[in-house]
């Protein structure tokens, strides 16, 4: 990985998580993409690997606002889907992931925008965390379906909420994705080599989450996203 590309996603992780603490995700969204176009093997343990720090800052700062109940019917669901997730790693091709990204991105924009809203109810929640186990064991990108399902909740609960559920939920991706070899020395030095810009994007989201739009800030973020998901697809096929 050259310069200008390191320092692209050096960027790229510090604003994804800016955002993760701002709106509650973000990090998965934005950085999958752009890892997997540099490169696909660093994806999803670099990510998983780096939420789980990030969420864990949240949960240090708002954590008396943890919906427990809630994240534990969404773990429930989200144990199938980690062992789904994490077969489909060990069966794709690096090709065949990047386009997972890549899709798993382009759906949950394209469902975000369409407005849909499902009742928190117990099987909701349930199939959620089924989702997001699967698409996050996968892809690094778990965040669309509770970002949906949980979008009712007030700013402190929902950041809270669900960095409680992807702290346990990345954790029990990565200790998975590790029983099947997916975790190696080359994934954990690229990880530490980017700590540096996920802390920082926990420092600036503190002082910047008072003035920012969240309608906006979601905007950005589905744009950038988009963007990402786009320039991976294209590049599997030139």
Known sequence: MSSPEFTLLFITVAVGALLQVAIGFGLGLLA??????FDPSLTPVVVLLL???????????????????????????RVPGVLGGAALVAVLPARYLALLVAAVVLTGVAVSLRGF??????????????????????TAIGGPPMAMVWQRLSG???RATMSGFFLAGSVMSLATLAATGAVHTYSLWH????APAAAIGVLLARPLSS???MR????????????GATVLVVQQFV
């Open 191 to 194: 990880t530490a080599l980017l």
């Open 32 to 37: 999958a993409p752009v890892i997997a176009i």
């Open 51 to 77: 939420a789980t720090g990030v969420t864990a800052a949240v949960l240090v700062l708002e954590g008396g606002h943890l919906d427990l109940r809630g994240a534990g019917w969404a773990l429930v669901g």
């Open 156 to 158: 402190p609960r929902l």
């Open 211 to 213: 003035r920012l739009d």
């Open 117 to 138: 809203v499902p009742a928190p109810r117990r099987r909701s929640v349930l199939l959620a965390g089924l989702m997001s186990g699967l698409m996050g064991t996968a």
């Open 216 to 227: 906006r800030t979601r905007a950005v973020a589905m744009v950038l996203a988009v963007a």
